[in-house]
């Protein structure tokens, strides 16, 4: 019972600080790639 006193918080909080780092690197247009999807259709696989 000892053990999940630590466990939780200590999960909510990597949790949260992954959920940031997300939402960090969306406002930050990392997964935007315009010209990467413009020069897919030119290659031919």
């Known amino acids: 019972m000892n053990g999940l006193v630590i466990i939780i918080p200590v999960s909510l909080?990597?949790?949260?600080?992954g959920l940031a780092a997300f939402i960090?690197?969306?406002?930050s247009n990392?997964?935007?790639?315009?010209?990467?999807?413009?020069?897919?259709i030119l290659l031919d696989d």
Do not use: F, K, P, S
């Open 24 to 27: 960090w690197t969306v406002r």
């Open 30 to 40: 990392e997964y935007d790639d315009e010209q990467g999807n413009a020069a897919r």
């Open 13 to 17: 909080i990597l949790g949260g600080v």
